[in-house]
T-cell receptor, first 115, second 112 residues
Framework: DSGVTQTPKHLITATGQRVTLRCSPR?????VYWYQQSLDQGLQFLIQ???????AKGNILERFSAQQFPDLHSELNLSSLELGDSALYFC??????????????FGPGTRLLVL | GNSVTQMEGPVTLSEEAFLTINCTYT??????LFWYVQYPGEGLQLLLK?????DKGSNKGFEATYRKETTSFHLEKGSVQVSDSAVYFC???????????FGGGTRLMVKP
């Protein structure tokens, strides 16, 4: 158990809908990262927040957005869902801003299926 | 940009066999290198890491050495067990940016 929690574990929805994925980082960690794991794209970085502020952005679609709240939990919002958004979404956390040697601890993931 | 290339799986071995999973990378500067493992139905767990050239990361019998001259970070284990069956991901973090760049993953299946 990494100490990172994600809810829900599974999500099934329809095209065009909007969903929210939630992540609670390990106690004391200030950074939260979101990754998408899909069959065709592999594991890709989406976005990072550090202590409530956006820190780094990767291959995140405009239909997707995220935020980190004062209690440090984070939410990933996915809207106008398409079939291709079906994937496993991981949250990870680390203690600092993300230095070279800093370890990221991953949650169990949320499996999203868009029908 | 940064990239990581892993050998494609699945890799199927008998218990107690020697394991090598190849990983090579492309990055500017001096990245940190990681191996993560994903057991069925679970998230990624850090297996080992190395932060500079010639560093050897090790954990649970697994080892990998950071080879800058060959830009490689191959994962090895002397004697695999059925419980090692999982997907293994090689990853790097470069000097610029905080994200991890992952390889495609290698599925290992160990048979009794």
């Amino acid at each position: 158990d990494s100490g990172v929690t994600q809810t829900p574990k599974h999500l099934i929805t329809a095209t065009g809908q909007r969903v929210t994925l939630r992540c609670s980082p390990r106690s004391g960690d200030l950074s939260v990262y979101w990754y998408q794991q899909s069959l065709d794209q592999g594991l890709q970085f989406l976005i990072q927040y550090y202590n409530g502020e956006e820190r780094a952005k990767g291959n995140i679609l405009e239909r997707f957005s995220a935020q980190q709240f004062p209690d440090l939990h984070s939410e990933l919002n996915l809207s106008s869902l398409e079939l291709g958004d079906s994937a496993l979404y991981f949250c990870a956390s680390s203690v600092g801003m993300g230095g070279r040697a800093e370890t990221q601890y991953f949650g169990p993931g949320t499996r999203l299926l868009v029908l | 940009g940064n990239s990581v290339t892993q050998m494609e799986g699945p890799v199927t071995l008998s218990e107690e066999a020697f394991l090598t999973i190849n990983c090579t990378y492309t990055a500017t500067g001096y990245p940190s290198l990681f191996w993560y493992v994903q057991y069925p139905g679970e998230g990624l767990q850090l297996l080992l890491k190395a932060t500079k050239a010639d560093d050897k990361g090790s954990n649970k019998g697994f080892e990998a050495t950071y080879r800058k001259e060959t830009t490689s970070f191959h994962l090895e284990k002397g004697s695999v067990q059925v419980s090692d069956s999982a997907v293994y991901f090689c990853a790097l973090r470069g000097n610029a940016g905080n994200m991890l760049t992952f390889g495609g993953g290698t599925r290992l299946m160990v048979k009794p």
